[in-house]
């Protein structure tokens, strides 16, 4: 029985080469199993994003006034939104952030090239 495995890939497409020379000999070699398994489609994507630094931007536009920005958290925003949607929510209720500073992520840095690079990625 051949089953179906879905293989995706962010930016640039679908590196066949990568999964069929690297990655399933490694998973074969720790579970024999995956010689059912075959390749049969894949698909790419791309990420939406902050390009200075790849984090997101929260918080008021210093310009455009009733303007509030929640974007470009790189693929990262089923982690991060529930976070981000509170602090957006205490901005819009109580015109501050309240539970967590998320001024950090202020659009000021962008205008000011100041980026916010992560320090511990895993």
Not at 18 to 25: D, G, K, T, Y
Not at 70 to 87: D, E, I, T, V
Request: a negative charge; hydrophobic letters at 40%; proline letters at 5%.
């Amino acid at each position: 029985m051949t089953t179906l495995l879905q293989v995706s890939a962010l930016e640039g497409g679908a590196d066949h080469a990568l999964f069929e020379e690297i990655v399933w000999p490694t998973l074969y070699k720790h579970c024999p199993a995956f010689a059912a398994l075959k390749v049969k489609g894949s698909w790419a994507g791309f990420y939406e994003y902050n390009t200075m630094d790849q984090n997101a931007i929260l918080g008021r536009h210093p310009h455009v006034p009733n303007m509030l920005l929640c974007n470009g958290f790189s693929g990262h925003g089923l982690q991060q939104s529930p976070g981000a949607g509170r602090a957006i929510a205490e901005l819009i209720t109580k015109d501050q952030f309240v539970t967590v500073d998320a001024s950090c992520f202020g659009f000021d840095r962008v205008l000011k090239n100041k980026p916010l690079f992560e320090e511990n990625i895993v």
